[in-house]
């Protein structure tokens, strides 16, 4: 147990629907980074958050947007949903956001598309 | 670009040693991750190398040789359990500076 939570394990949703993706930092972590899997894209970077402010971007869509709260949690919002978004979604967290720093990922969102 | 590359799938067979090679472009590099991912799980941390040369850390080893593009994970004493995904995943200067990963290689371990 890495000690990043993320809710909910599994969704299942229709396209064109909007869902929310949250997730809990490691107690005393700082930053959390947002990550896509599919099976034919490997692990892709989203976005980066430490203390509230955005730090990196990736390869986020526009209608992907993401944001931390003072408590620190995280939450990534998927909106006008399409088959192709279908993945595992991973949050993971360090304790200050540098790049040298491990990261600690969550047990994934598995989001389904139909 | 900041390609990385290793093979797609490895099969070794229990109580065995295995290589998983990693390349990737040299210019700006910065340090190599390797992690460790079950089949619908998270990955996990295995280790990080910025230095030339290999670090130990029980039955896995990870090499680094910078001049070259080149890194490895060695695992030794092979178990069932570590059937699995192994990602590599670089760092570069310039840009943003979030670790890259490759596609990952799948490991099966066999009796």
């Known amino acids: 147990d890495s000690g990043v939570t993320q809710t909910p394990k599994h969704l299942i949703t229709a396209t064109g629907q909007r869902v929310t993706l949250r997730c809990s930092p490691r107690s005393g972590d700082l930053s959390v980074y947002w990550y896509q899997q599919s099976l034919d894209q490997g692990l892709q970077f989203l976005i980066q958050?430490?203390?509230?402010?955005?730090?990196a971007k990736g390869n986020i869509l526009e209608r992907f947007s993401a944001q931390q709260f003072p408590d620190l949690h995280s939450e990534l919002n998927l909106s006008s949903l399409e088959l192709g978004d279908s993945a595992l979604y991973f949050c993971?967290?360090?304790?200050?956001?540098?790049?040298?720093?491990?990261?600690?990922f969550g047990p994934g969102t598995r989001l389904l598309v139909l | 670009g900041q390609n990385i590359d290793q093979p797609t799938e490895m099969t070794a067979t229990e109580g065995a040693i295995v290589q998983i090679n990693c390349t990737y472009q040299?210019?700006?590099?910065?340090?190599l991750f390797w992690y460790q991912q079950h089949a619908g799980e998270a990955p996990t941390f295995l280790s990080y190398n910025v230095l030339d040369g290999l670090e130990e850390k029980g039955r896995f080893s990870s090499f680094l040789s910078r001049s070259k593009g080149y890194s490895y994970l060695l695992l030794k004493e092979l178990q069932m359990k570590d059937s699995a995904s192994y990602l590599c995943a670089g760092r570069w200067t310039g840009g943003s500076y979030i670790p890259t990963f490759g596609r990952g290689t799948s490991l099966i371990v066999h009796p």
């Open positions: 958050y430490y203390n509230g402010e955005e730090r």
């Open positions: 993971a967290s360090s304790a200050h956001g540098v790049a040298w720093e491990t990261q600690y």
């Open positions: 040299t210019s700006g590099f910065n340090g």
